[in-house]
């Protein structure tokens, strides 16, 4: 049965709310900020294995305007912090992070005076994943509570 004998004569309506919100769940594109290891994970995460277009994050983006997503992955340094902060602030709104793995959620192992213990520190992070480094799972697993988060909010405001 096509479409248009299930529509018949009839027509489609939503509410532009619901319109905006499926078009931000179905297309997160990522900015990888990948600073170590677990960005190896994250390239895996992007490659046909795991199938990342099943979830609109097929396309890396490496320009922060036109990202939906940043993906710190590695253990970020206090020097790299005001870069990637920069980065983060000229990414358009709504936006989300991703601290990927145990250097980007606390420090890891690196406890030394040069290392910021977890990104949150001057990032607002949406979801932690946690292994060193996680696998490809855990980074779609991330990926579907940023989802999750994107069809629990507001996407217009309705201030009169």
């Given amino acids: 049965m096509s479409f248009d004998q299930a529509m018949g004569d009839g027509f489609l309506t939503t509410k532009l709310d619901a319109l905006i919100k499926w078009g931000r769940y179905n297309s997160v594109w990522p900015m990888p900020m990948g600073l170590a290891c677990c960005a190896i994970e994250m390239m895996a995460f992007a490659g046909p294995k795991y199938?990342?277009?099943?979830?609109?994050?097929?396309v890396f983006r490496f320009s922060p305007r036109q990202s939906d997503v940043m993906?710190?992955?590695?253990?970020?340094?206090?020097?790299m912090s005001h870069a990637i902060r920069r980065i983060w602030d000229q990414m358009?709104?709504?936006?989300?992070?991703?601290a990927m793995g145990a250097c980007a959620s606390t420090g890891g192992m690196h406890r030394c005076y040069g290392v910021v213990q977890g990104v949150d520190n001057f990032l607002p992070v949406d979801a932690y994943i946690s292994g060193c480094p996680p696998r490809p799972e855990s980074v779609i697993n991330a990926l579907i509570k940023i989802q999750d988060k994107i069809?629990?909010?507001q996407s217009l405001s309705l201030d009169h």
């Fill in 151 to 153: 069809k629990a909010e």
């Fill in 71 to 79: 993906i710190v992955s590695g253990w970020v340094t206090y020097k």
């Fill in 92 to 98: 358009p709104d709504p936006k989300w992070c991703i």
């Fill in 51 to 58: 199938d990342a277009a099943r979830f609109g994050s097929e």
